[in-house]
């Protein structure tokens, strides 16, 4: 919605630059209206770097035992809004926290140094050089004790976003995994089991189950056909939260859950722009996200306890 | 001897007991999540689309929502002192008859018509309903007609349709712990291995009986 707001607010602009040039009409406009024209009536440089860039931001390899490790693994979306004489202004969000930044660009290095507010304990510092259409460099933590790992490094490339109501899971693009399905690899649970040894001995074992998905959740699309409660009943809870959450993603929702996260950045139309998206769903998906959340909760409180 | 005999069986009764008062609270847990009345709660979350469409629905649900857990006290009473306690067997019988002619088995056949599971459950719930309705008049007529083996008969079958409502949640439980399978594939399962065991291993019993 941001986004949206974003490009509006540049339409309100170029118009307002129109009329100025045509005559001088604006100026018979009232006080409060001349203040904000002016605040807006900012030269743009650079509008064609406007835009997103997504991809990998990770821990910086640290020296251990057996050799340069990586911490953590993150998926990172910058959207540069804004690139004015002095500032260049954005956004960045990372699973699901969406942070505004504002900074400088250096024009001969293309150089862009970004600071988030720095009321957030995550809070930190981007320094980035823009190359034709990626971006890469890394982050500081502004408080390097806050937060895991206070330095990162950001290797992002240029991608579009664009609401498209087609776009599905498919099982073709989970094939760097062995499972044709997808897997909640964050939900196990884990089972003892337990069996006597040739010793005569009792020796106790642990499985780890996890829980895999059905192809409904690459058939059933909640973004354009209006579901029923009896094309339903008969999915597990992991489709259910699965369709539910592709209609998410396909308006660039930037989960805050690993559960949700792995199914989608696998995808090659996934592109995490904003932390809410609630608004821009459309009145079918909503009329069937809140029909998939009942049936999740039914799922989740009914489906292996005594009862129905 | 005797008396070991008689031991055995009040020990047998005792787990019996037990076991049923068990059960039954977890039944009575299920029951209360329909107090207050709400017309989306626990089951009727998947119900909706009768619940909006069909006025007559929810007050049938709740008929036999209501009225069963009655019926399962009232006839377990009635079959646990059937031959001690006379007025209190007579009294709970009385109830247990009533209930189940008036409201738990003619509601139960409505619902059953809109079961979950498709065809296979609506067939099996709706056959329930019926047979639990016969079985239960059955034993009403011939306690009237003052024959006791054939009352004693036909209510055994009654009860363990009206015990389907347990071991039908009992099978669910265990399958699903077993398999994981999708939840309705699991309900066409359970909709028919909630009773015809029951009545398999009541007519058994029958046999024994009469030899």
């Given at each position: 919605m941001k986004s949206r707001n974003l490009i509006f607010a540049s339409l309100i602009l170029s118009v307002t630059l129109l009329s100025c040039k045509k005559g001088e009409?604006?100026?018979?406009?009232?006080k409060s209206d001349s203040l904000v024209s002016k605040k807006e009536v900012q030269q743009e440089f650079?509008?064609?770097?406007?835009g997103i860039y997504t991809g990998d931001f990770n821990s910086k390899p640290k020296p251990t035992e057996y050799g340069n490790e990586i911490e953590e693994y993150k998926k990172i979306s910058v959207k540069i809004n804004r690139i004015t004489k002095d500032s260049v202004y954005g956004y960045s969000v990372v699973n699901g926290n969406q942070r505004s930044f504002r900074g400088i660009l250096?024009?001969?290095?293309?150089g862009l140094i970004l600071d988030e507010?720095?009321?957030?304990?995550?809070d930190g510092r981007f320094q980035l050089k823009l190359k034709q259409d990626s971006l890469v460099g890394d982050w500081i933590a502004?408080?390097?004790?806050?937060?895991?790992?206070p330095e990162k490094t950001l290797k992002l490339t240029r991608k579009e976003f664009a609401y498209n109501p087609n776009f599905m899971l498919s099982k073709?693009?989970?094939?760097?995994?062995?499972?044709?399905n997808p897997v909640d690899w964050n939900g196990g649970k884990v089972k003892k089991n337990s069996f006597v040894n040739d010793e005569g001995k009792t020796e106790t074992y642990e499985n780890t189950f996890y829980r895999s998905a059905s192809d409904n959740v690459f058939k059933i699309n909640a973004s354009k056909q209006k579901l029923a409660e009896k094309d339903l009943k008969n999915l597990r809870k992991l489709d259910l939260q699965i369709i539910r959450n592709t209609v998410f993603a396909r308006h660039g929702y930037s989960f805050k859950k690993e559960t949700y996260r792995q199914f989608f950045e696998n995808?090659?139309?996934?592109?995490?722009?904003?932390?809410?998206?609630d608004a821009d769903l459309t009145p079918l998906e909503k009329e069937n996200v809140a029909l998939l959340a009942r049936l999740e909760k039914y799922a989740e409180d009914h489906y292996d306890t005594f009862g129905r | 001897m005797l008396g070991f005999i008689r031991s055995k069986k009040i020990i047998l009764k005792g787990i019996v007991a037990i076991t049923f008062i068990y059960f039954f609270g977890l039944m009575l847990k299920i029951t209360l999540d329909y107090v207050p009345v709400s017309s989306n709660v626990s089951f009727l979350m998947i119900k909706q689309t009768e619940v909006t469409s069909r006025p007559e629905y929810l007050p049938i649900f709740y008929v036999h929502v209501y009225s069963s857990i009655f019926a399962l006290m009232a006839g377990f009473i009635a079959v646990f002192f059937d031959n001690n306690l006379k007025y209190l067997h007579r009294f709970s019988g009385r109830i247990y008859v009533f209930i189940i002619l008036l409201f738990s088995s003619l509601s139960g056949i409505y619902i059953g018509v809109f079961a979950n599971g498709g065809l296979v459950a609506k067939v099996s719930f709706v056959l329930l309903g019926i047979l639990w309705f016969y079985t239960t008049y059955r034993s009403y007529s011939e306690i009237r007609k003052k024959n006791i083996q054939q009352h004693k008969f036909w209510m055994w079958r009654s009860y363990a349709l009206a015990l389907s409502a347990i071991t039908l949640r009992m099978w669910k439980v265990i399958l699903v712990y077993l398999y994981h399978p999708n939840p309705m594939d699991i309900y066409q399962i359970i909709a028919w291995l909630g009773w015809v065991p029951n009545l398999l291993l009541v007519e058994y019993l029958i046999k024994k009986q009469k030899r």
């Open positions: 009409k604006s100026a018979e406009k009232g650079h509008k064609e770097w406007y250096n024009e001969n290095t293309l507010p720095g009321n957030d304990k995550s502004f408080n390097k004790t806050s937060v895991k790992s073709d693009q989970s094939e760097d995994s062995d499972y044709e995808t090659d139309w996934y592109v995490p722009v904003s932390n809410n998206v | -």
